[in-house]
């Protein structure tokens, strides 16, 4: 069978963008996977393929469109044996990295060493006593960086604020020398568990076992889409959570790291990569939800998260 020439075949030629797949790779954040579904005008789906749809299909002349995004389950609890989940700050590098400017006149490297002053409380609460959470300010309107961070530690009404300042660039050597002071000076061993019995004693019989090593601390949560703009600006405290870290940025001098440390997730053994892919890397395990006493007084005791939020003092930043 002798086929005609390219001209005379009424389908072909060069066809740009006519699908796009989706691959989840190091760079995109929490989205795991993408679905594409069809439908036709009378609601039946496209088969087989949502990707192919023919532009001028005179029987269906409107298509809807469902898309279906994969995301991990929000900072949960995960089972012991699970990977290690990695918050990003500085790789790649960006003007907002999940970070905070939580303590007026402190340096990030302070903030990340001995934890914030400040007392924050929660944005999204139960404002009207109803047993369900609303948000009190979403939009962080009043708020700027001409009051947040407050002037004080504890500043007049309405401190404690439920925003929170965003810390702009990548601080990444002062992210270093503050976890190099915090963790590494000395060393505390990673005690996150490997076997059952381990994890029954880090655990404890009633839960919060790990509430005083130095590896467990307290993050101030917002939604992950907020870090999107380029300049400073104020965001909503959703939560906060205990994040234990087993690992973090390596670099042969300003954070060498610890012995025990586990690998990074994605690129394998300090000193085996490029350090310079890891840059604002730390690495561990969501534990609980917490809050700390009532009055947002620094200590490793943890209160039941729930009832009327109390004032919390985070000792990290995501």
């Not at 496209?46 to 389950?73: F, Q």
């Not at 601390?217 to 959570?241: C, H, Q, R």
């Not at 790291?257 to 300090?270: E, I, K, Q, R, V």
């Amino acid at each position: 069978m002798t086929c005609g020439s390219l001209s005379q075949r009424p389908n072909s030629g060069t066809f740009n963008k006519v699908a796009a797949p989706y691959v989840a790779d190091a760079a995109s954040g929490p989205v795991q996977y993408l679905d594409l579904t069809a439908y036709k005008a009378d609601g039946t789906t496209l088969m087989p393929d949502a990707n192919s749809v023919e532009l001028n299909d005179p029987g269906n002349p409107y298509y809807k469109y469902w898309v279906t995004v994969g995301l991990p389950r929000p900072h949960s609890v995960e089972n012991y044996d699970q990977p290690p989940l990695m918050l990003r700050m500085a790789s790649p590098s960006g003007s907002q990295n999940q970070a905070w400017d939580c303590d007026s006149g402190r340096r990030f490297e302070e903030e990340i060493e001995t934890g914030c002053l400040t007392r924050y409380i929660e944005n999204y609460r139960d404002l009207d006593s109803d047993g369900d959470k609303e948000w009190n300010n979403i939009l962080c309107a009043g708020w700027n960086p001409t009051n947040l961070p407050p002037p004080t530690y504890d500043g007049p009404t309405p401190y404690p604020s439920d925003c929170v300042m965003t810390e702009t660039g990548d601080k990444t050597g002062q992210l270093r020398d503050g976890l190099h002071a915090r963790l590494e000076t000395p060393c505390y061993p990673n005690n996150w568990p490997q076997t059952p019995a381990e994890a029954a004693t880090f655990f404890g019989p009633d839960g919060g076992g790990y509430g005083s090593d130095p590896r467990y601390v307290t993050l101030i949560i917002t939604d992950n889409t907020a870090f999107t703009g380029a300049g400073s600006e104020p965001l909503p405290v959703k939560y906060f959570a205990g994040f234990y870290a087993v690992g973090w940025d390596y670099h042969p001098t300003q954070s060498p790291g610890c012995a025990d440390n586990f690998d990074h997730p994605l690129y394998g053994a300090p000193g085996t990569y490029n350090h310079n892919l890891d840059n604002g890397d730390v690495w561990g395990y969501f534990v609980d939800i917490v809050v700390f006493s009532g009055g947002g007084v620094p200590s490793d005791d943890l209160c039941t998260f729930g009832g009327d939020p109390a004032a919390c003092i985070a000792v990290l930043v995501e």
